[in-house]
């Protein structure tokens, strides 16, 4: 196999997109395995011992909030888009939709992964690897989540980038339609927040370059959310990652909005405190009321982002409530 009709049959696994939900259940899973592959390890995982585990945990991680998660889905529907394999997949029991059973898959220790073909060339080429992973990191998740992403599914040390790589790691590899980001959309949204966090007003600069002030997507740019500055907030960097992972959200509130901590977010330290003292309190407010956040673009983040449930008292959390 050669990379063209690696990339090609890559493109061709179909992802559940429906009504703005997230589903990165297989975009997860095949980061899972190219981390086996980064670390050299067999091509046929065991779903219980080797995949059940670790898939639940980038689920649970980086995945939509959900009440039920689960990891044999997209394990056993992978083998319809040609990437995948599990050997005897015809002789195990399965829903009416073609679903294999969990336990069944434990009961017959059931493995799975890469085709032969495919592996052999993964193997071969750890570049390829490497590119693999930034396509569907750049497909289904924002920047700011792809290195914590690539180290819980065990991609070595050497495989962790820390600036967003040009073409062709990540537009246009899976999906030639692809939009590309737009370059104005961080000048835009840092210049309506006055250049400085909409969260907790940082500022600081290095004589006139901001240090620290990034652009973020509300609904993010992998799932559909539009370059345009009611879609965005200027964020210090550890509000923005706070954004992305759900640890922080937003409410709408006579007709403005408010800022929401996570009550599953806690520590011993000040930063803590700090972090938690921004729970309830005012967004910080754009240049125009032009610019202000979506409320279309605020409940879809409420819905497939936010760590639901919110801090509901002003204390400070301890882990005994966390």
């Not at 679903?99 to 434990?106: A, W």
């Amino acid at each position: 196999m050669k990379r063209d009709e690696f990339f090609q049959k890559l493109g061709q696994v179909k992802f559940w997109r429906t009504r703005g939900q997230r589903a990165p259940h297989k975009p997860l899973l095949v980061l899972l395995a190219l981390g086996r592959v980064a670390r050299r390890e067999e091509r046929l995982a065991r779903y219980e011992q080797d995949l059940e585990g670790p898939l639940v945990d980038l689920l649970e991680r980086f995945g939509p909030p959900r009440k039920a998660i689960h990891p044999e889905y997209p394990f056993s529907r992978l083998p319809h888009d040609g990437s995948w394999e599990i050997p005897g997949k015809e002789s195990l029991p399965a829903t009416g939709q073609g679903d294999l059973h969990r336990s069944g898959l434990i009961k017959h220790a059931v493995t799975g992964g890469f085709p032969e073909p495919i592996y052999e060339l993964l193997r071969s080429d750890s570049g390829l690897v490497q590119q693999a992973a930034q396509a569907l990191l750049y497909e289904h998740f924002p920047y700011s989540l792809h290195d914590d992403i690539r180290t819980v599914a065990g991609f070595p040390a050497e495989f962790l980038v820390q600036e967003p790589p040009g073409p062709p790691y990540g537009l246009g590899v899976l999906r030639p339609s692809a939009r590309p980001r737009d370059r104005n959309f961080r000048h835009n949204v840092l210049r309506a927040y006055d250049c400085c966090c909409a969260v907790c007003g940082f500022d600081l600069r290095l004589e006139n370059e901001l240090l620290g002030l990034e652009a973020a997507h509300i609904k993010w740019h992998s799932a559909g959310g539009p370059s345009m500055v009611p879609n965005g907030l200027a964020l210090c960097s550890i509000h923005h990652k706070a954004l992305d992972r759900g640890a922080l959200g937003l409410a709408p509130i006579a007709g403005e909005f408010k800022v929401l901590i996570s009550s599953k977010v806690y520590g011993e330290s000040v930063a803590t405190r700090w972090f938690w003292d921004c729970h309830d309190a005012p967004l910080r407010h754009p240049r125009s009321s032009d610019f202000k956040p979506s409320a279309e673009f605020v409940k879809w983040h409420a819905r497939e982002v936010f760590r639901s449930p919110p801090r509901d008292s002003p204390r400070q959390p301890t882990r005994g409530n966390a």
